[in-house]
């Protein structure tokens, strides 16, 4: 990526190394916390909305509180389908990108299209639930790479909600943080869950279509 997709200040000219850690701030639900090396708050979310239960909308905010982008789920969407939107969004405001499955059947691949001239398409492959997981662009080259995070001192691999995101130079870190939120979210238990049944329906649609 030759310029920022979502902010040009977050890309960095050297390969750089984040540690994301998940929390929760002043709702229920789950938030983020991403520092640098110097142990400096790069970004934050701090909940999913004004509902804490409400997790189709993430904002993800810079260290001062403005907003760098909303990621939302489209609904319906048999590949699980996340917009990204710069900024706060807007009614009527057009995506920079979409995430989605790249297949509904088992844990598959995550593709990523990112819409700007020209094109750009990117692969997510591994498991971002055992935070084992790469970023390919369309040359198959790792962007960026999620794993669980060691502490140095004791040489113990620390728990799950708390791991590593290394960038290579040029690739912006606000982007590959919206797709960490995407990550997060088709990951998990209760949007499984959500997502098998918006399944179940559309294939009973389709069924009630063939018979018709």
């Known amino acids: 990526m030759k310029k920022g997709l979502v902010e040009p200040a977050f890309v960095f000219e050297e390969e750089t190394f984040l540690t994301v850690s998940k929390t929760s701030l002043f709702f229920a639900g789950d938030g983020f916390s991403v520092y640098n090396r110097n142990a400096q708050l790069v970004f934050r979310v701090d909940s999913f909305g004004p509902d804490p239960h409400d997790r189709t909308e993430l904002v993800l905010m810079d260290a001062t509180g403005s907003c760098l982008l909303t990621v939302r789920r489209k609904r319906p969407s048999l590949h699980h389908r996340w917009e990204g939107y710069v900024g706060e969004r807007m009614e009527g405001q057009k995506p920079i990108f979409s995430v989605r499955r ?88 209760g949007f499984v869950e959500e997502e098998e049944e918006e399944e179940e329906e559309a294939e009973g649609e389709m069924d009630l279509t063939a018979v018709e």
């Open 102 to 189: 790249s297949s509904i059947i088992g844990r598959s691949s995550v593709t990523v299209e990112v819409f700007r001239d020209p094109p750009e398409e990117y692969q997510i492959e591994g498991s971002f639930a055992q935070r084992n997981c790469t970023i390919y662009n369309a040359d198959k080259e790792p962007v960026a790479e999620i794993h669980r995070k060691v502490d140095v001192s004791t040489n113990v691999v620390l728990g799950k909600d708390v791991f590593s995101l290394a960038l290579k130079a040029g690739f912006d870190a606000a982007f590959s943080m919206g797709l960490v939120l995407v990550l997060d979210q088709i990951n998990g238990d």
